[in-house]
């Protein structure tokens, strides 16, 4: 049986996505850390089927859990694409708990995978902005800027390199010695 997490070892703060849940205390690999609870709902049950929150949590194709009760400090927890913790869904029980999958320090945001069907519903038209996924897009920027640089440096090469042409053209030989035009008058 894993350890328990103590009540006071997170706690709700600021994060770049809104509102997240922050270690207090070192949470070690395989601690609960908190319980995902609310009101279960029956999908057979029209009035139910038709509820839309992202704090839906469901545990199987019939049931449930709506999280947004202001109590369910675990409705706080958001998606990473690198996690730090995992769902652990009991459907039978009509539980879920999150359990660390790292050891987790103080100060560091408590996040799991909400999952592909979530994902493409909600994250991906406004792009996901947990930490791995902005230092992909912060290096894709990188070398999109490198690779524009390079492209602007060679145009900038060959531009010096056709005016170069250019004033070679202007150069006449004379007797095999090049002579250039100064004042209207040929000088060798």
Known sequence: MPAI?????????????????????PIKK?????RYFGPILDSRIPA???IENKYLFELN??????GSVRKNLA???????RPNAESDVRPRERKVFIRAIKNIEPGDEINYDYGTDYFKAYLKP??????????????LRAEARAEAAK??????KKVVAKGSKSKAAKKKKLNGHAVAKVGGRARA
């Open 5 to 25: 997490a103590s009540s006071k070892s997170y706690r709700v703060g600021r994060s770049k996505t809104g509102l997240g849940l922050f270690a207090t205390k």
């Open 30 to 34: 395989g601690t609960r850390i908190i």
């Open 48 to 50: 139910h089927d038709e």
């Open 61 to 66: 194709g019939r049931w449930t859990i709506d």
């Open 75 to 81: 409705r706080y927890i958001n998606h990473s694409c």
């Open 126 to 139: 406004i792009g996901c902005k947990c930490e791995s996924c902005e230092k992909k897009r912060k290096k």
């Open 151 to 156: 492209v602007k440096a060679r145009k900038a």
